[in-house]
C-alpha cells in the first residue's frame, strides 16, 4: 500500500483500542523474568559454550604478535580465535569502524580475539592468559585540539535531522551586524554512552552454511545484511532473531563485535556460543554519542524578532565516520530572513561516534535553547514570549512548505499554565530555600518525525484469532501492545484475540526501531496488511469489501453478520502487506514539539543540583497508546536530566579510551533523582504522517531537556554554565555567599 495522500477517515479512528491506555501485552513476560533476553536463550541452540571477547589495550596503532599458547592449554577451552588469524572482515553499510580481523587498530577495546569455553569463567580465565605485542601509534583523542583541522562535512543520522555541510539563507553576516542585540557564545556536550540495561549480546549456531543468531538488536534487517557482508556470506543464510531487547538507545541500531564473535566463535568451537560485552567492554568497543563545540550566534531587534541566526557544530569521528548533526534543528525552530549552519567534522581516534536517543537534536537543542534562554535575557523578554514571537509556520528556509501539523505554542502556552510559571523570578538568584536557591527553566523541544517503509503479515485462524508477524523489535517501548492494538482495531478484535511475534528476520521487513519512526511506521505497516485482509475476508464471505463492517468478531454488511474466524477455514487466511511512502515528507515537513519545564534547587554550599519537578507537553500526532507513550517520554526526560547534570564519557587524551567504562564511573539518574514527572500530550492528529495519524513521540522527550535544566539552573544561582553536564564544579566557586 502506499500513503501519498492524506489520510481521510478510516477504521483506526474509531479508537476502540487504538488510543487507549491499555497495559504492555508483554508486561506479564518482563515481571516473571520470562521473557527471554538473548543471552538467556537457553532452549534455542543445543550444547551452548560460552564466549569472551578481548578488546585492544591502545588506543591507535597495529598488533605484532600474540601468544595464545597457554590460553590454549587452559582448562575448558574449546577455541580461540585472533583477530591475526584472518585478513580483515567486511564492513557493513553502517559501520563506521571495522569490527574484527587485520592487524590494524583503530580505537581502544577494538574487538582483538575470542575465547570460546565450556564455561563463562574458564573463557575469561582463559582471555586474560593472551599476550599481545602493540605497536602504538599517535592518536587524535583531542577534540578541541584537533578543531583547526575539522572539515565542513554534511551529515545525515538516517534518524530523520541532518544538515548539509554549510546552509545559507539570505545574508547571515550582514543581518547580525545589524542587529540591535545579539549574542555570540559557544556551548559543549561531552561524548555519551548509551548506558542501556541489556548488554550487547549474542548466541550464534551454523548448521552447515547457515548461522542462526540470537541476539539484541533495535534492526532486524540491517543486522543481517550487515553480519552477511562482515562474514563474507549471502545474506539467505543469515537468521536474525530478537524478540526481547532490554535497551538500545541507538547502541544497538547496527551490527557489533557481539554478532560477528559469537559467529566466528562457533564456526571455530564446531558448537553453539554465546556471549556478551562485558560492561567495560561496551564504552569504548561499540559507539557512543560524540562529543560536540557548537557556536551560536543570534540577532534580533528590539521587538525580540530574530533577523539573523547561525549554528555552527563540531565534532569528532573516526575516518570515514559523520559529524553529530546538532545543527538540524536550528534549521526549522525559529523563523528569521538570515541563516546559517555549518557543520564539521575532526578526525579522531576515539571509539566510533554515531546514534545516541535523538542524535542531533538532544545535543544540539541543548546549545540552541540554552542560547534562546541567554537572547531573551539580554532582549528583558520572557523565554516562553521570545520563542512565540519567533515561532513559524513554514519551513523557515523553503516558505512554501509548511509544517505537517506544529503546535509549539500550544504547548509552551500550556506548560507554562500549568507548570506555574509566573511564580519564575525574571532576575536569577531570587528565590532560597533555607540552603537551597531555587529556580525553574523552560526550553522547546523538537524533533522530526521520519516515515519508514514497513511491512507485516497477519494471519486470520478458524477460531476468529490473529496473528501479527513482522520483524519490528520492542527496546522496551511497547511495539508488541501497540501492533496489537492496531490489529484489534482493524479487525474488530478485542486485544486478547491478536497474538503479535516480532524480530525475526524471517518476517516481513519492518521500519525496525530508531529515530523514534517505529512506533507510527510499524503499525502503519500492520494497518496495511489488515487492509489486505480484510478485503480477502470479504471476498471469500461473498461481502462488498467497501461495505463489511469489522466489529465484536463479526463482519457485518446490510443484515448480514458473520464470525470473523469464519472466513478463515480450516487452513487460515493470510495476508502481507508493506506501507510505503510518497512525497508528502518532501511537500510537509513533519516534526514533533514540546514544551519542557524544570524546576531546580542548587545547594548554595555544596552546588549539588537537585530536580525537582519536571513538565513535558508534547505535541506529536495522535497518541497510539497514552499509557506507554507517557512510559517512553518520561524516561527520555530523565536522559535528559542525566546529559544535562551527570552523564560525560571521560576522555584519556594521552592513550584515547574513555575511562569511566561502567556504570559506577559513567552517572545516569536514578530515581530517587527524579522525584516528580508531568506529561501532557496535546490532543492532534496528523493525517499527514500516515494513516495512523500518529507521529514519533520516543525521542522528542529528551529533546530541549537538557537547556531546560540549564536554563533552571541559571535562574536558581545565576551561573551560567556552558559547557555540559553541570556538575557541581562548574558552580561552586562562584555560588553565592548565604548570609
Ligand atoms: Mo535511534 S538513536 O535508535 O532512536
Given at each position: 500500500?502506499?500513503?501519498?495522500?492524506?489520510?481521510?477517515?478510516?477504521?483506526?479512528?474509531?479508537?476502540?483500542?487504538?488510543?487507549?491506555?491499555?497495559?504492555?501485552?508483554?508486561?506479564?513476560?518482563?515481571?516473571?523474568?520470562?521473557?527471554?533476553?538473548?543471552?538467556?536463550?537457553?532452549?534455542?541452540?543445543?550444547?551452548?559454550?560460552?564466549?569472551?571477547?578481548?578488546?585492544?589495550?591502545?588506543?591507535?596503532?597495529?598488533?605484532?604478535?600474540?601468544?595464545?599458547?597457554?590460553?590454549?592449554?587452559?582448562?575448558?577451552?574449546?577455541?580461540?580465535?585472533?583477530?591475526?588469524?584472518?585478513?580483515?572482515?567486511?564492513?557493513?553499510?553502517?559501520?563506521?569502524?571495522?569490527?574484527?580481523?587485520?592487524?590494524?587498530?583503530?580505537?581502544?577495546?577494538?574487538?582483538?580475539?575470542?575465547?570460546?569455553?565450556?564455561?563463562?569463567?574458564?573463557?575469561?580465565?582463559?582471555?586474560?592468559?593472551?599476550?599481545?605485542?602493540?605497536?602504538?601509534?599517535?592518536?587524535?583523542?583531542?577534540?578541541?585540539?584537533?578543531?583547526?583541522?575539522?572539515?565542513?562535512?554534511?551529515?545525515?543520522?538516517?534518524?530523520?535531522?541532518?544538515?548539509?555541510?554549510?546552509?545559507?539563507?539570505?545574508?547571515?553576516?550582514?543581518?547580525?551586524?545589524?542587529?540591535?542585540?545579539?549574542?555570540?557564545?559557544?556551548?559543549?556536550?561531552?561524548?555519551?554512552?548509551?548506558?542501556?540495561?541489556?548488554?550487547?549480546?549474542?548466541?550464534?549456531?551454523?548448521?552447515?552454511?547457515?548461522?542462526?543468531?540470537?541476539?539484541?538488536?533495535?534492526?532486524?534487517?540491517?543486522?543481517?545484511?550487515?553480519?552477511?557482508?562482515?562474514?563474507?556470506?549471502?545474506?539467505?543464510?543469515?537468521?536474525?532473531?530478537?524478540?526481547?531487547?532490554?535497551?538500545?538507545?541507538?547502541?544497538?541500531?547496527?551490527?557489533?563485535?557481539?554478532?560477528?564473535?559469537?559467529?566466528?566463535?562457533?564456526?571455530?568451537?564446531?558448537?553453539?556460543?554465546?556471549?556478551?560485552?562485558?560492561?567495560?567492554?561496551?564504552?569504548?568497543?561499540?559507539?557512543?554519542?560524540?562529543?560536540?563545540?557548537?557556536?551560536?550566534?543570534?540577532?534580533?531587534?528590539?521587538?525580540?524578532?530574530?533577523?539573523?541566526?547561525?549554528?555552527?557544530?563540531?565534532?569528532?569521528?573516526?575516518?570515514?565516520?559523520?559529524?553529530?548533526?546538532?545543527?538540524?534543528?536550528?534549521?526549522?525552530?525559529?523563523?528569521?530572513?538570515?541563516?546559517?549552519?555549518?557543520?564539521?567534522?575532526?578526525?579522531?581516534?576515539?571509539?566510533?561516534?554515531?546514534?545516541?536517543?535523538?542524535?542531533?537534536?538532544?545535543?544540539?537543542?541543548?546549545?540552541?535553547?540554552?542560547?534562546?534562554?541567554?537572547?531573551?535575557?539580554?532582549?528583558?523578554?520572557?523565554?516562553?514570549?521570545?520563542?512565540?514571537?519567533?515561532?513559524?509556520?513554514?519551513?523557515?528556509?523553503?516558505?512554501?512548505?509548511?509544517?505537517?501539523?506544529?503546535?509549539?505554542?500550544?504547548?509552551?502556552?500550556?506548560?507554562?499554565?500549568?507548570?506555574?510559571?509566573?511564580?519564575?523570578?525574571?532576575?536569577?538568584?531570587?528565590?532560597?530555600?533555607?540552603?537551597?536557591?531555587?529556580?525553574?527553566?523552560?526550553?522547546?523541544?523538537?524533533?522530526?518525525?521520519l516515515v519508514m517503509k514497513s511491512g507485516a503479515r497477519v494471519r486470520l485462524h478458524g477460531n476468529g484469532a490473529v496473528t501479527v508477524e513482522t520483524d519490528m523489535t520492542d527496546i522496551g517501548t511497547g511495539s508488541y501492545t501497540i501492533i496489537a492494538q492496531t490489529a484489534a482495531e482493524m479487525m474488530g478484535l478485542p486485544l486478547e484475540k491478536v497474538t503479535v511475534r516480532l524480530g525475526d528476520s524471517d518476517f516481513p521487513v519492518s521500519s525496525g526501531s530508531g529515530g523514534q519512526f517505529g512506533g507510527n511506521s510499524s503499525t502503519a505497516g500492520v494497518y496495511a496488511a489488515c487492509v489486505k485482509l480484510r478485503e480477502a475476508v470479504a471476498r471469500r464471505l461473498g461481502f462488498n469489501s467497501a461495505e463489511a463492517r469489522f466489529e465484536g468478531g463479526q463482519v457485518r454488511a446490510g443484515n448480514r453478520s458473520v464470525p470473523l474466524g469464519q472466513a478463515a477455514g480450516e487452513a487460515g487466511l493470510t495476508a502481507e502487506d508493506q506501507m510505503e511512502y510518497g512525497d508528502l515528507?518532501?511537500?510537509?515537513?513533519?516534526?514533533?514539539?514540546?514544551?519542557?519545564?524544570?524546576?531546580?534547587?542548587?545547594?548554595?554550599?555544596?552546588?549539588?543540583?537537585?530536580?525537582?519537578?519536571?513538565?513535558?507537553?508534547?505535541?506529536?500526532?495522535?497518541?497510539?497508546?497514552?499509557?506507554?507513550?507517557?512510559?517512553?517520554?518520561?524516561?527520555?526526560?530523565?536522559?535528559?536530566?542525566?546529559?544535562?547534570?551527570?552523564?560525560?564519557?571521560?576522555?584519556?587524551?594521552?592513550?584515547?579510551?574513555?575511562?569511566?567504562?561502567?556504570?559506577?564511573?559513567?552517572?545516569?539518574?536514578?530515581?530517587?533523582?527524579?522525584?516528580?514527572?508531568?506529561?501532557?500530550?496535546?490532543?492532534?492528529?496528523?493525517?499527514?504522517?500516515?494513516?495512523?495519524?500518529?507521529?514519533?513521540?520516543?525521542?522528542?522527550?529528551?529533546?530541549?531537556?537538557?537547556?531546560?535544566?540549564?536554563?533552571?539552573?541559571?535562574?536558581?544561582?545565576?551561573?551560567?554554565?556552558?559547557?555540559?553536564?553541570?556538575?557541581?564544579?562548574?558552580?561552586?566557586?562562584?555560588?553565592?555567599?548565604?548570609?
Amino acid at each position: 500500500m502506499k500513503f501519498d495522500t492524506p489520510a481521510t477517515s478510516n477504521p483506526i479512528d474509531q479508537l476502540r483500542v487504538v488510543g487507549q491506555p491499555v497495559d504492555r501485552i508483554d508486561g506479564p513476560l518482563k515481571t516473571t523474568g520470562t521473557a527471554p533476553y538473548a543471552y538467556e536463550r537457553h532452549d534455542v541452540a543445543r550444547d551452548q559454550a560460552y564466549g569472551y571477547v578481548l578488546g585492544a589495550g591502545i588506543g591507535k596503532g597495529r598488533v605484532a604478535a600474540m601468544d595464545t599458547a597457554a590460553a590454549k592449554a587452559a582448562p575448558g577451552v574449546i577455541a580461540v580465535v585472533t583477530t591475526l588469524d584472518m585478513p580483515r572482515l567486511g564492513k557493513g553499510e553502517m559501520n563506521t569502524a571495522f569490527l574484527f580481523g587485520g592487524a590494524e587498530i583503530q580505537h581502544y577495546h577494538q574487538a582483538i580475539a575470542v575465547v570460546v569455553a565450556e564455561s563463562f569463567e574458564q573463557a575469561r580465565d582463559a582471555a586474560a592468559m593472551i599476550r599481545t605485542r602493540y605497536v602504538r601509534e599517535p592518536g587524535r583523542f583531542d577534540l578541541a585540539a584537533e578543531a583547526p583541522k575539522a572539515q565542513l562535512a554534511s551529515a545525515d543520522s538516517g534518524e530523520g535531522s541532518g544538515a548539509p555541510q554549510e546552509d545559507r539563507t539570505g545574508d547571515f553576516e550582514g543581518a547580525f551586524a545589524q542587529a540591535a542585540v545579539t549574542l555570540d557564545e559557544t556551548y559543549s556536550t561531552p561524548d555519551e554512552s548509551h548506558a542501556m540495561m541489556e548488554p550487547h549480546a549474542t548466541i550464534a549456531a551454523w548448521e552447515g552454511e547457515k548461522l542462526t543468531v540470537w541476539t539484541s538488536s533495535q534492526m532486524i534487517a540491517w543486522g543481517r545484511r550487515d553480519l552477511a557482508k562482515t562474514l563474507g556470506i549471502p545474506a539467505e543464510n543469515v537468521r536474525f532473531d530478537s524478540p526481547y531487547i532490554g535497551g538500545g538507545f541507538g547502541g544497538k541500531l547496527f551490527l557489533r563485535a557481539d554478532a560477528v564473535l559469537a559467529a566466528l566463535g562457533a564456526k571455530a568451537a564446531g558448537r553453539s556460543v554465546k556471549l556478551a560485552l562485558t560492561r567495560p567492554l561496551i564504552a569504548n568497543n561499540t559507539t557512543h554519542r560524540p562529543a560536540t563545540i557548537q557556536r551560536i550566534r543570534i540577532g534580533a531587534g528590539r521587538d525580540g524578532r530574530i533577523t539573523a541566526i547561525a549554528h555552527e557544530s563540531l565534532s569528532g569521528d573516526l575516518p570515514e565516520g559523520q559529524p553529530e548533526t546538532a545543527v538540524s534543528q536550528t534549521r526549522l525552530l525559529y523563523a528569521g530572513a538570515n541563516r546559517l549552519t555549518a557543520l564539521r567534522l575532526a578526525v579522531l581516534d576515539l571509539p566510533e561516534g554515531n546514534s545516541m536517543r535523538a542524535p542531533g537534536e538532544a545535543p544540539g537543542l541543548m546549545a540552541l535553547e540554552m542560547a534562546m534562554d541567554e537572547m531573551a535575557e539580554r532582549l528583558g523578554m520572557d523565554p516562553i514570549d521570545f520563542r512565540i514571537v519567533n515561532d513559524t509556520q513554514v519551513d523557515p528556509e523553503h516558505a512554501e512548505r509548511p509544517f505537517s501539523q506544529r503546535q509549539l505554542v500550544q504547548c509552551l502556552r500550556i506548560g507554562a499554565e500549568r507548570f506555574g510559571w509566573n511564580r519564575r523570578s525574571a532576575t536569577p538568584g531570587q528565590r532560597r530555600e533555607g540552603q537551597w536557591l531555587v529556580g525553574l527553566g523552560m526550553a522547546a523541544g523538537f524533533r522530526n518525525n521520519l516515515v519508514m517503509k514497513s511491512g507485516a503479515r497477519v494471519r486470520l485462524h478458524g477460531n476468529g484469532a490473529v496473528t501479527v508477524e513482522t520483524d519490528m523489535t520492542d527496546i522496551g517501548t511497547g511495539s508488541y501492545t501497540i501492533i496489537a492494538q492496531t490489529a484489534a482495531e482493524m479487525m474488530g478484535l478485542p486485544l486478547e484475540k491478536v497474538t503479535v511475534r516480532l524480530g525475526d528476520s524471517d518476517f516481513p521487513v519492518s521500519s525496525g526501531s530508531g529515530g523514534q519512526f517505529g512506533g507510527n511506521s510499524s503499525t502503519a505497516g500492520v494497518y496495511a496488511a489488515c487492509v489486505k485482509l480484510r478485503e480477502a475476508v470479504a471476498r471469500r464471505l461473498g461481502f462488498n469489501s467497501a461495505e463489511a463492517r469489522f466489529e465484536g468478531g463479526q463482519v457485518r454488511a446490510g443484515n448480514r453478520s458473520v464470525p470473523l474466524g469464519q472466513a478463515a477455514g480450516e487452513a487460515g487466511l493470510t495476508a502481507e502487506d508493506q506501507m510505503e511512502y510518497g512525497d508528502l515528507a518532501e511537500r510537509y515537513q513533519q516534526s514533533t514539539f514540546a514544551g519542557h519545564f524544570v524546576e531546580v534547587a542548587v545547594h548554595a554550599a555544596t552546588g549539588e543540583t537537585r530536580v525537582r519537578r519536571m513538565l513535558a507537553v508534547c505535541a506529536a500526532g495522535r497518541i497510539l497508546n497514552p499509557k506507554s507513550a507517557r512510559s517512553q517520554v518520561i524516561g527520555a526526560m530523565t536522559m535528559g536530566v542525566g546529559a544535562a547534570l551527570m552523564e560525560e564519557l571521560a576522555v584519556d587524551k594521552r592513550h584515547g579510551f574513555f575511562v569511566n567504562h561502567d556504570l559506577a564511573g559513567y552517572e545516569v539518574p536514578v530515581h530517587a533523582d527524579i522525584p516528580h514527572q508531568e506529561v501532557i500530550f496535546l490532543d492532534e492528529t496528523d493525517p499527514i504522517s500516515s494513516p495512523m495519524k500518529a507521529k514519533g513521540v520516543g525521542e522528542l522527550g529528551i529533546c530541549g531537556v537538557g537547556a531546560a535544566v540549564a536554563n533552571a539552573v541559571y535562574n536558581a544561582t545565576g551561573l551560567r554554565v556552558r559547557d555540559y553536564p553541570i556538575t557541581l564544579d562548574k558552580l561552586l566557586d562562584r555560588l553565592p555567599e548565604l548570609a
